[in-house]
């Protein structure tokens, strides 16, 4: 069969574009995504990356990442995870990527919730900004990939447990066959669902409905992350996050008279409760968080994002507060994948956010999913480099191209299938 290309990626953050970089370079590769190439959370991402600080560090990292996960996270996982963080990470900096450094030229650390000791690396406030530009700018540079903005994936082709490629809305919305002997998933989460998100809101759960539909598993639909300090807005849209390293570097919280009311360092859920139930107790609709303690140079520096961002609102963090409010945040579910990022169903797999090989368990640690994200995509290149048994494409002839049509009527029908299919899960797991 001629297919349009080798592999069809969906999806431009931080998976999708390492993906396509840890691909051969005898692969022609498409890559789609929904709106334009730097439209993903990846770009959004303000805390940092993990990395392994040395042998020493491990068990700390293994123990600190399966405990925020409450024990349920799948130990093979983030032992993986883990073990790839420096070569991930040296790639990342013999690309250009730029990390914080001490004088010396070493690395400077810093923290956040749950983290038995300072070990995320960062830019300013605007790690994912930093990485993923970096990523896509070298991915353009490559002659084997294209990337198509403004192409949405509307489901897959599939016959008989496997994919071929996909149905898409194409650059001038037209519906057309895209077909490939492998598909790669890497959609993100599904903020987009929610009224209150840190997300992006295209970035809505397609592939999980898509997944759904073409009988694909998934895994821990209902495991999802509340994100407790968001700024507080009276505002619809998405919500700006005060990153949890602002806490990290020393932040406090405060309840409604200003006293502070919990360990701001708690993992996030259990942070998420405990200021659920200070605002039902002081009948408020957000708490406030602190950031003088941390200093203004450290401010300035570490956090000009977040400084200019609350000034453009009215808030200057050198002098006054920030209320806060938890708002959705992460997706620790997904599509079921194994270590190497294989779906279910041949010739399809998944990676970064979209995906579920259960490093996170229950609860992500901070500053994880940057990291799962791009080990589990070198991961899925690597497979598919080196493997065969996924690869086969099929027959598209049957599909019905007028049934994607109702573009608005499909989008209801996917949204409604996720929300569904959390709630299924949220049962079975009572
Ligand atoms: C505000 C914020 C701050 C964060 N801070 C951190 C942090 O400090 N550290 C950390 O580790 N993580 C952080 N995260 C989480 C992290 O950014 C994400 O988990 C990670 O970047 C996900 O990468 P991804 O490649 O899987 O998905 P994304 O970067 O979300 O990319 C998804 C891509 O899929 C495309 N897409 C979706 N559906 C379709 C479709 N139907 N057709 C075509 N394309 C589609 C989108 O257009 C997009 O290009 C943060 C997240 C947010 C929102």
Redesign the pocket.
């Known amino acids: 069969m001629n297919y349009d290309c080798d592999v069809v990626i969906?999806?431009?953050?931080?998976?999708?574009?390492?993906c396509a970089l840890n691909l051969p370079s005898r692969l022609r590769i498409q890559i789609?995504?929904?709106?334009a190439?730097d439209?993903?959370?990846?770009?959004?991402?303000?805390?940092?990356?993990?990395v392994l600080r040395g042998e020493e560090d491990y068990d700390d990292f293994f123990a600190d990442t399966m405990h925020a996960g409450h024990g349920e996270n799948n130990p093979r996982a983030v032992d993986q995870m883990i073990r790839f963080s420096n070569s991930v990470v040296r790639d990342l900096f013999a690309r250009g990527v730029r990390f914080e450094t001490e004088a010396s030229g070493a690395f400077r650390y810093t923290r956040?919730g749950a983290h038995s000791r300072p070990r995320?690396l960062?830019h300013k406030d605007i790690?994912?900004a930093e990485i993923?530009s970096v990523l896509l700018s070298e991915v353009r540079k490559l002659e084997n990939v294209t990337i198509r903005e403004n192409?949405?994936?509307?489901d897959l082709l599939s016959e008989e447990n496997q994919c071929g490629g996909l149905v898409?809305a194409d650059e001038h919305g037209e519906t057309k066959i895209l077909t490939a002997p492998i598909t790669v998933l890497?959609?993100?989460?599904l903020?987009g669902l929610y009224q209150n998100?840190?997300?992006?809101p295209?970035?809505?759960?397609?592939?999980l409905a898509?997944s759904l539909k073409n009988g694909v598993a998934l895994q821990n639909m209902d495991y999802i992350q509340v994100?407790p300090t968001?700024l507080y807005s009276e505002k619809p849209g998405?919500?700006?996050?005060i990153?949890?390293?602002v806490r990290g570097e020393g932040a406090y919280l405060y309840d409604k008279n200003f006293n502070r009311f919990t360990d701001e360092l708690l993992p996030r859920d259990k942070l998420t409760k405990v200021i659920w139930n200070q605002m039902e107790k002081d009948g408020t609709s957000h708490v406030w968080e602190d950031m003088r303690p941390i200093g203004k140079e450290m401010i300035l520096e570490h956090f000009p994002n977040i400084y200019e961002h609350c000034l453009s609102v009215g808030i200057n963090v050198l002098e006054e507060l920030i209320p806060v409010v938890p708002a959705q945040?992460?997706?620790m579910g997904g599509i079921q994948v194994n270590l190497a990022s294989q779906t279910s169903m041949r010739g399809l797999y998944a990676?970064?956010?979209?995906?579920c090989n259960g490093v996170h368990g229950l609860n992500?640690l901070?500053?994880?999913?940057?990291?799962?994200?791009l080990v589990f995509?070198q991961r899925a290149a690597e497979d598919i480099a080196f493997g065969s048994a996924h690869a086969g494409g099929c027959s598209n002839e049957q599909v019905d191209l007028s049934a994607y049509e109702d573009r608005d009527a499909l989008f209801a029908t996917y949204r409604q299938m996720v929300l569904d299919e959390i709630e299924r899960m949220k049962q079975s797991h009572e």
């Open positions: 969906v999806g431009s953050g931080a998976a999708g574009l390492y789609i995504t929904k709106r190439a439209e993903s959370d990846s770009f959004l991402a303000q805390g940092g990356i993990c956040e995320i960062y790690t994912g993923t192409v949405t994936m509307l898409i890497c959609c993100g989460g903020g998100t840190t997300n992006f295209h970035i809505s759960g397609d592939a898509i994100h968001t998405r919500r700006f996050l990153s949890e390293s945040h992460y997706f990676c970064g956010e979209t995906s992500r901070a500053s994880n999913s940057l990291l799962e994200s995509a």
